[in-house]
């Protein structure tokens, strides 16, 4: 399946347990919790990076996706406009990122993160754990009026959401995360060149 814009938000400094229990509360559903890994790829001299993109590969444990993910209307310190995202399904994980070594480009990094995500009146709500920073929530649907619906029903103003990047969330939090080429929950390995 391919998609051209992203239309997800987030929310930062949530009360994780408080937020569970509006979700049960309002009947959603939980699809599940899993750790999804990645990797993050670009040509020699990052060259997508300095357009605001990425290439991804990433196992989110029943499926493996890649996408080429760009922030749009980028403006230090304040949400994009939005992101364009492509993504197709492959079927190894592994292999799909050799690939992308064998025409030439580069890991950027590896990273892995925890996902629980629900379903809510259509719309998916996250609760994502990565290394080093607190929980956030990430809600995502078919439009901005459903996704900013359900944020007001879990009691989020949407004139607080964030349209952004985890490296952006990253940030707020004083990381830099392309300082690292692998960022897990185990370990977290600083880049050396």
């Keep these: 399946m391919a998609k051209f814009e992203e239309i997800e938000c987030k929310f930062l400094d949530v009360d994780v347990s408080g937020l569970r229990s509006k979700l049960a509360k309002l009947g959603a559903s939980k699809r599940f919790t899993r750790v999804f890994k990645r990797y993050i790829f670009d040509f020699p001299g990052w060259p997508l990076d300095q357009n605001n993109s990425w290439l991804r590969v990433r196992d989110e444990g029943d499926k493996v996706t890649v996408s080429f993910?760009?922030?749009q209307g980028v403006k230090k310190g304040q949400n994009d406009a939005g992101m364009k995202e492509v993504e197709v399904?492959?079927?190894?994980?592994?292999?799909?990122?050799?690939?992308?070594?064998?025409?030439?480009?580069v890991t950027k990094f590896y990273e892995e993160n925890r996902r629980t995500l629900f379903e809510l009146d259509g719309?998916?709500?996250?609760?994502?754990?990565?290394?080093?920073?607190?929980?956030y929530v990430e809600i995502e649907g078919p439009s901005w009026a459903q996704v900013d619906g359900v944020a007001k029903k879990l009691g989020f103003d949407p004139k607080d959401k964030m349209i952004?990047?985890?490296m952006q969330v990253y940030e707020k939090y004083g990381?830099?995360?392309?300082?690292?080429?692998?960022?897990?929950?185990k370990k977290q390995i600083r880049r050396t060149s």
């Design 69 to 71: 993910k760009q922030r």
């Design 164 to 166: 952004c990047s985890t």
């Design 89 to 105: 399904s492959v079927d190894d994980f592994e292999k799909m990122a050799e690939v992308f070594r064998s025409i030439g480009m």
């Design 175 to 185: 990381i830099e995360e392309k300082a690292y080429e692998v960022l897990t929950f």
């Design 123 to 135: 719309v998916e709500v996250a609760i994502d754990e990565w290394p080093m920073i607190p929980p």
